[in-house]
């Protein structure tokens, strides 16, 4: 089973991370199928880059994605619409 997660990176205390495709069962830093976008909430506001059409593919295809993940998918997508909630 696919899984679409979050995977760290950074120094210590300091991470960040990229949103990636890959075994449900795999390790934190396993390895991945693709790569879809990064996330880093350090900075203020939260800077995230994702590849939308990329990650809905996925999503076609079966692979589940996180609680966190699923949220940064649905609010990346409110803001390219222009309908953005806080």
């Known amino acids: 089973m696919l899984s679409m997660r979050l995977m ?3 120094a210590k205390k300091k991470p960040s991370y990229r949103i ?3 075994e449900a069962k795999s390790p934190r ?3 991945v199928r ?10 203020d506001p939260v800077q995230v880059e994702i590849d939308l059409a990329k990650a809905q593919a996925w ?3 079966g692979a589940r ?13 409110r803001a390219k619409s222009g309908s ?3």
């Open 8 to 10: 760290r990176f950074g």
């Open 20 to 22: 990636v495709v890959m």
């Open 29 to 31: 830093q396993g390895q």
């Open 34 to 43: 693709e790569f879809l976008g990064t996330y880093n909430p350090l900075v």
């Open 59 to 61: 999503l076609a295809k």
């Open 65 to 77: 994605p996180s609680e966190t993940v699923k949220s940064i998918i649905e609010k990346a997508g």
């Open 84 to 86: 953005a909630k806080p």
